[in-house]
Every structure is written in C-alpha cells, then in structure tokens.
C-alpha cells in the first residue's frame, strides 16, 4: 500500500506556524512536536510504520500534562496555544490517508490565527498572510488530488491567490463598515505577552544609563495644536520620596495617595493622545498636570495618573494638561514634610555644604544648590565612575563630578533636604523626536528630575540636569550624547545615518498600522463614516448595509473577473471585442442565425440599425480584410480594435437606454 504522503504546501505551512509560534510555547512542548515531526518525515520517506494508538494517547497525555505544569491551567490564550501545537505534531501521526489531511488543514488555520493572538505587527501580518496563501494553495491540492491543480504548485498557488484577490474586496469592506466592538484590535492581546522593559518603581543607580541605549518607542503623541516647546516636554510618570529597604541609595515610587490640590490657568491647556507601549504598570505618562483623563483613570495628590489596570497591551488615550499650574500651596502635612525631609545615607561632606544655606529663605537655598551644580567642573555622562556604598552622594558631588540624569536629580534632592527643603525625585521621560505628524518618545529619553516645595508656590520643578547640561533639554539627548559611541544612531539622531533614515520610515508604518489598522475602533468607525456621510448609531443598520455594499462590490468584482477571463481566452482582443458586438446586436433585435456569415448579418444590421450604419460597414470592411489578408499590418488590426471598441461601446449604452425605456412604457399600458 503506498504512503500518503502530506501536502508539501501543508508541510511549510506547519513548519512556519510553529516556527513563529517559537518564543510563546514553553521548551518541554517542543520535543514532544519535533519527535512528531521527524517520525512523520521518516513514515513518508523510509516507510517506518506510524506509532500504535496507546503510544500516541500515551504522548497525548505527556503533552497535556507538560502544559498543566508549565501553565497551571488548561485554558487562555498560552495554556491553549501549546496544546494545539502538539496536537498538530501528534496529529501527523494518525494521518494515514489523504483524506486524514483535512484534520491537519484544519490545525494549521488554527495555528496561523494563533500567531495574531501575540503579535500584529506589520512583518508578523504579512508572513501570516503569505502562510494563508500557501494554506488554501494546500487545500486545493488535497481537495482535487487528480484534477488540474492537483499536482502543480505554480498553478495551484496561482488559483489560490485569486482566490484570495476575490475575497479581498469583501473583507476591506466589511472591516471598514462593519460596527465595531469597544476598543481597538489590539485588545485581543492577554498580560505578560509583550510587556516592554522601561522606567521601574524602583530606581537604582545605572538604570538610566541602560535605558539610553535602547531606542525603541515608549509612546506617541499626537498632539491637537501646536505642540508644546521641548524644554517643557516633561512626561510625568513616576514620583519618589522614599527609599528601597536595606538600600539608602535607591529610591522606590511612592503609593497613590488622595486628589492633587491644583490650580491651573485655563489658557495653559494642551490636548494630545498617546498611543502607549505596553510597561505591565499603571501609570500613564502625562504632561505637567492632567486635567483631563481617560475612562478608568485617576490622578492621584503627586500628579500621576494611574490606571486601574496594568498596561499589558498597547494603549491609545487622550489627555489635556495644564501647563502652567500651582499643587499644594500652603501647608504641609507633617508626616509629608517628614518623608520629604529624610537623608538616607551617609554623606556628612553633603550635609555640610546644605548647612550653609539654612539661614537663606528656601528659593535662594534651591538658587544655591543650582549655582554650585553650574560652578563646579560637573560633566553629563553615562560613565560616572563608582555609584556603589552610603556615601555614593558625596562621591558623586565632591569628587567624581560625572553622572547622568538619575545621579543629578538624586544629589540635588538629598542637597534640598539637607538645607530643611522638602523635595522629591520624579522620574519620566524628556523631550522626544517628531517623526511625521507625531512625537516619538523612546526608551533612551528616560529622565529624572526633582521637584521642591515652598510654601508661597508649592510643588515646582527644578532639574538640576539644565544647570549641567541645557543642551539635554533643549534639544534631547542626542545634542548631549553626540559623542557617545555606545549610542545607537537613532539616539544620537545622526542625520545622515541610513540605518536611522530607514528605521524612522518603518516607525511611521508601524505607527500607521497601529492608528488606523489594529486602532480602527468604534470612534475612528464613526468618524471616517460621518466624513463620507454614511455615519449609522444603529448597529443593525450598519450590518445590513456593510453586507449590502459588500455583496454589491464582491459582484462587481466578480463581472470584471469573468469579462478578463473571456478576454484571455479569446484568439486576440478583436474576437473579444467582435463577440460581445454580437452580444450587442442580439439585444437591439438583430440576432445572428446559425449559417450565416458575418457579412450578411452586418448587412442587414445596417438595415436595422441605421443610425450605426457607416461604423457597421467599416467594421466589416475591416474584419473582412483582416479574415482574408495574407499578412494584415499592424496598423489595420489596431484600427481593427478600435472601431470595433468605439461601436461596442456605443451599442451597449444604447442597447441598454432602449430596454429602460421600453420597461417604462410596458409600465404605462399596464396602469
């Protein structure tokens, strides 16, 4: 009995989903799915018998018990994801007959739509789409082992991918009209898939300059007018006032606390939507002070805005802040001044320089403060030298001198301390680079400042990084890191970098898709709608007509498709064209009978249809001359295509404006 061998289409379409599969089932699976593989591979090659059915259940029962380990569950998106790649491996190996293939056909969709479930990136969507391709090329193979396309993969791929550019109309239209569930479809992603690696709770000596080396995107921002100048581009994110336990040197987020007592000038409002990296925390990152949040959001007493739930998945939200604004005027509370008052540490040469100051009122000791950073030989730099021990502020100011944005905002803050100034260390990113109509905020523009409270304006921000630095705020990291090595080009801008050209071009895709693609929610639904002016409310109504202008554009596509294939297999596109003129004159009443030639019925299409008498003749004249030339030029059969176009044409709008009208007038003698 000969060995039914697998689909080799079916065979990449397997390998390639699995393979993409890769980084999100757990490594005890694979074994189980390459052994599989291999033994199948082995069956239609060397003919080794496919396993009994104990061993198979046997291997079943070990791939679901890997996974209830590894998962802790047998269902969600992981959990499942991993039983369904060995059920596709263990599949192979009871596929005995060519009709067992359809099972396998199955799996692999179900794979492919797996791969959607993790990542929708532009590069994942198109090599999903090209296994689709070769998945319903597969299909065709199976279904009609010993029809046309049952063995030749050119013309089998060809037939699948019209398959594909047929149902390509459809599905446009029914994405763009069909109503929309909450939320984009990038909200189909589960936690702990992508999170990305950023600003932490905690911040710890080094961890900005790691984060400078790592130019992806933390977010976007879109802004409604006229963006803010970058000097004030400070996007708030975490504020910190306490330290790590058992580590004086690290600082840790403080936990939300009640409403901010804030007042904001009105005229100092800007709107802007952020399209959010996944960070698995809550916090938002928000200009300045945020007036205006996005549902199932809070501003809490230190200004940031917190979510109710974890960012695991990109996040598109809309924010106002106000630019210009006073928090806590007045008093402090006395546990509050207490927290924002403690040292950490040990760095006696810090707290002797601070006590100087005391005597001063506290603007002119924060004035002090900046004017020792910008007296001193401090430099800005990712290589700073020790940070380790309790005294690593008094290394940092005294002797050193060289440190990057966290070792900046943590000295002055413990210099404001020291001089009886409550003050605290905010972390967040600066500034960010326009890339199109849109900001790009990256990883490496994480920052650090601090803030300080006086009684007469409360809360203000103070970065002592300016003082050493302007160029970094200024004009971001690039202008102050221009001659960092360790940078890639995209950090350090370099305008005529290539890789930083191509790199910003694929950004604005990637952010393109992510708007208007995986974004393209009910709201973006309605708005593109309202501009067309076919905005609905109703959902019902929406349907019908999403299916309606489907069905319209599917048969529309169908009829172009059919005439180009009667073009194809016409002799040439004279006959094309010489057909449907028939075609043409059978609806005016002139029909061709079977012996006649084609002399005869032009002629007496002449005699019919006057108006088109002289175009008649000349097209016999010249199909005459083309049937019985010896050798026909060029230039007669183009004149040939031409006249036969022209009266094609003229013949089928006045064939069809005389049906209309003789509909209308059988309509008036019925009434």
Partial sequence: MAVARLDPLLWLVLVGSIGLLLPHIPLTVLP????????????????LPLPPRWLLLLLAAASTAVVLVHFHALWG?????????????????????????????????FL????????????????????????????????QPSGPTGHHLGQRLREAGRLLLLGLPFTLILFALFPRPPGALWGVQQPGGQAQTGLSEQMRPGQFDELAED????????FDGTPTPPDERYWRVFVMSGFAENDPESWISDPASGTPRLETLNDSRVSYQVTLEPTDARQLPSLAAAV????????????????????????????????????DVGTLPRFRREQYLSLGGLNPLLADLAQDWRDQP??????QALAYFREQPFEYSRSPGRREGADRADTFLFETQRGYCADYADAFVRLMRAADVPARVVTGYQGGEFNGDYLVVRQSDAHAWAEVWTERDGWQRVDPTAAVAPERIEEGIARSSADD??????????????????????????????QYVLGYDGRLQQEWLGRLGLAMNHPVWSVLSALAVAVVAWWGLLVVLARRERRRQADSEAEYLWARLQEDLARLGVHRGNPESERALLRRATTTLPFAADDLRRVGQLLEASRYARSPSRRQSRLLTTRLANLHRRLFLRSHWSRRRLGKSSGRRQD
């Fill in 32 to 47: 189980i799915v390459v052994v599989a593989f291999a033994w199948r591979r082995m069956h239609e090659v060397r003919d």
């Fill in 77 to 109: 998106r992981d959990a499942g994801v991993a039983l369904l790649v060995a059920a596709a491996g263990l599949k192979l190996l009871e596929t005995h007959e060519a009709r067992d293939q359809y099972g396998v056909l199955l799996l692999a969709f």
């Fill in 112 to 143: 492919l739509i797996s791969v959607l479930l993790f990542d929708q990136a532009i590069a994942i969507f198109a090599l999903v789409m090209l296994l689709f391709w070769l998945l319903v090329g597969a299909w065709m193979g199976i279904s």
């Fill in 215 to 222: 130019p992806s995107p933390a977010f976007r921002v879109r």
């Fill in 292 to 327: 205006d949040i996005p549902a199932k959001s809070r501003v809490d007493g230190n200004l940031v805005v917190q979510r109710e739930q974890p960012v695991d998945d990109r996040l598109r939200y809309r924010l106002t802040s106000a630019v210009e604004y006073r928090i």
């Fill in 362 to 367: 506290p603007v002119e000791r924060i004035e």
């Fill in 485 to 514: 090595a360790g940078l890639s080009d995209t950090v350090r801008r370099e305008q005529g970098s290539w890789g930083r050209q191509m790199r910003l071009l694929a950004e604005q895709m990637d952010n393109r898709w992510n």
